[in-house]
C-alpha cells in the first residue's frame, strides 16, 4: 500500500487572509496665549472637549497658556483631507472669560444646545489632548466626554470639572469645586478648607476626598453599592424630610432622603458626595 504526502495548505489560506484596513492618521500642535483683561481670580477658563484628556496646572504667572495636540485619524485619503479641513477648534475671549471650544463639524459648547450635533455622521474620528498654564487663582470650566482623564494641578479658584468615560484628579485646590463623571474615579486633595458648597459625583467608581484636619462641614453622602469611610470624627444626623408633591386638594406629601448626612466639626457648607457603584473616603490630610 502506497502511503500519499498530501501537503498542508494552511499556509497558502494564510496567505489569503485580508488584513484590517489601517487608519490613516494626521496631527497637528497648537499653542495659544491669551493676557486677561482683568484679575485671575474674577476670570474663567472654559473648555469644551469631546475626545482626548485635559491638564491644567496653576502657576505664578500671568497668561493663560493653551497647548493642544490635535489627531484626526480615518479610513481613506479622502476622508481625511474632509477631516482636516472641516474639523476646527475656536477660541473666544471676552472681559472676564476665556473659552476654547469645538466649533465643527459641530458646537461643543453646552449653551449652544448641541448645535449640528444631529447632522450628517462625520467618518473621521478626531481627539484633543489639551495641555494648559493658568493664573493660580483662576476659575476653571472644563470638560471632556471619551477618550481621556481630566486632571487639575495647584489652581485656587472655583472649579467646576465633568468628564463621562474617565477619571478626575484635582491636586492642591482652596475653592469650591463641583466634580462629576460616569465611568471613573474622583479624586481631590484641598489645602485650604474650600469656602461654599462643592459635590463630587460618578456613577461608577470611587471617590477620595482629602481636607485639611480643621474641617468644619454638614456632608451628605450616597452610595447604592458601596460604603462611606472616613477618619473625621463625625456626628450622624437625622434624615431629612423634603416636599416630594403638593396634591391638588392642598395636602403635601413629604418623603424621607435616602443620603446620609454628617457634621463634622462645628458643621458648615454642605459637602456632597454620590457614587452609585463605589466607595466614598474622606480623608484627613496628615
Known amino acids: 500500500m ?3 504526502a498530501i501537503p498542508l495548505l494552511a499556509g497558502a489560506v494564510l496567505c489569503c487572509t485580508q488584513s484590517p484596513a ?4 494626521f496631527s497637528d500642535h497648537v499653542k495659544k496665549e491669551f493676557t486677561l483683561s482683568q484679575n485671575a481670580a474674577g476670570s474663567t477658563l472654559a473648555i469644551y472637549n469631546i475626545n482626548g484628556s485635559i491638564k491644567v ?3 505664578d504667572g500671568d497668561k493663560v497658556i493653551l497647548e493642544i495636540d490635535k489627531k484626526i485619524t480615518a479610513k481613506s485619503k479622502e476622508v481625511l483631507e474632509e477631516g482636516k479641513n472641516q474639523f476646527k477648534v475656536e477660541f473666544d475671549q471676552k472681559a472676564d472669560s476665556i473659552i476654547a471650544y469645538i466649533a465643527d463639524p459641530f458646537d461643543s459648547r453646552p449653551t449652544r444646545g448641541r448645535k449640528n450635533w444631529n447632522g450628517p455622521k ?3 474620528h478626531f481627539e484633543l489632548n489639551f495641555t494648559v498654564k493658568v493664573p493660580y487663582s483662576l476659575n476653571l470650566q472644563v470638560s471632556t466626554v471619551n477618550g481621556g482623564d481630566v486632571t487639575i494641578y495647584n489652581v485656587t479658584g472655583a472649579l467646576g470639572v465633568n468628564n463621562v468615560n474617565g477619571a478626575i484628579k484635582v491636586a492642591n485646590a482652596k475653592g469650591a469645586a463641583k466634580v462629576s463623571t460616569v465611568n471613573g474615579n474622583v479624586e481631590a486633595n484641598f489645602v485650604t478648607l474650600p469656602p ?3 459635590d463630587f459625583k460618578t456613577l461608577n467608581g470611587d471617590i477620595k476626598i482629602t481636607y485639611p484636619s480643621a474641617l468644619s462641614a454638614d456632608c451628605q ?4 453599592n458601596g460604603k462611606f469611610y472616613t477618619d473625621f470624627p463625625a456626628e450622624p444626623l437625622p434624615a431629612r424630610v423634603v416636599k416630594n408633591l403638593e396634591t391638588s386638594n392642598s395636602k403635601t406629601v413629604y418623603k424621607l432622603n435616602t443620603e446620609t448626612y454628617i457634621r463634622i466639626g462645628k458643621g458648615g457648607p454642605t459637602y456632597k458626595f454620590e457614587t452609585f457603584n463605589g466607595n466614598i473616603y474622606l480623608k484627613k490630610q496628615s
Open 221 to 224: 453622602f450616597k452610595s447604592f
Open 2 to 4: 502506497k502511503i500519499l
Open 22 to 25: 489601517q487608519k490613516l492618521e
Open 122 to 124: 462625520i467618518e473621521y
Open 57 to 59: 496646572e496653576g502657576y
Open 196 to 198: 461654599g458648597e462643592s
